[in-house]
């Protein structure tokens, strides 16, 4: 007999960035940020990536979660949820099958200022979303 939870699609984190995706958008956000970091766009990056990659205490965080987590910039996620029309950045809990829903809005992505707020805020967030 097959185990009913392990047949349940597991809930999935998605993280989408307000920067688009690939190489070369990469290397301007990053001498953007680097250059002018008030006028840098996607919050969710700023607080969560140094100049070369993710954090390790938020790497961290993400890989101790009871959820799968998804990473998409914003040109791969409107591909993916073309229906779906929201401020930037977002975190977004999927449960299932479900559509993502909206779990950390921007204006609350662009009010962290540290690792460590965004990952009280996201524990949080979760915690009451149970």
């Not at 993280?15 to 940020?33: I, Q, S, W």
């Not at 840098?40 to 390790?56: D, N, Q």
């Not at 299932?96 to 962290?112: E, N």
Request: proline share 5%; aromatic share 6%.
């Amino acid at each position: 007999m097959a185990d009913s939870a392990a047949a349940q699609p597991r809930d999935t984190l998605i993280l989408v960035y307000n920067a688009d995706g690939g190489a070369l958008a990469a290397l301007r956000d990053a001498v953007h940020k680097l250059v002018s970091p008030a006028s840098y766009p996607c919050s969710l990056c700023a607080v969560s990536y140094g100049a070369v990659g993710m954090k390790a205490d938020w790497r961290r965080f993400l890989d101790s979660l009871p959820v799968a987590t998804r990473f998409h910039h914003r040109d791969d996620f409107q591909a993916a949820w073309p229906g779906l029309a929201i401020a930037l950045p977002a975190i977004l809990l999927q449960r299932g099958g479900a559509a993502p829903a909206v779990l950390i809005d921007a204006a609350t992505l662009d009010a962290q200022r540290d690792v460590g707020a965004l990952i009280e805020t996201l524990r949080t967030a979760l915690a009451a979303a149970r």
